[in-house]
């Protein structure tokens, strides 16, 4: 079972940075996402990445959460 973080990032602001903050992120607390996708909109980029752990989802939504704001 996979647990799914799906995220909005404004295109207003730095995507490369965000995305950048996502995979530092992910290589300090050691985790791979089964998978990580993005899509590129006009005013947003959609982010998904899939875990397969709740836990790991969790923390992930918590801390990124806040960027989709």
């Known amino acids: 079972m996979l647990y799914t973080v799906q995220l909005r990032l404004d295109a207003r602001y730095s995507i490369a940075s965000k995305m950048a903050e996502m995979r530092e992120w992910l290589d300090r607390n050691q985790l791979t ?14 982010v998904r990445a899939d875990f397969t752990s709740s836990a790991d989802a969790s923390a992930f939504a918590e801390v990124f959460g806040e960027l989709a704001r």
């Open 33 to 46: 996402p089964e998978c990580f996708q993005y899509r590129m909109e006009p005013d947003a980029v959609t």
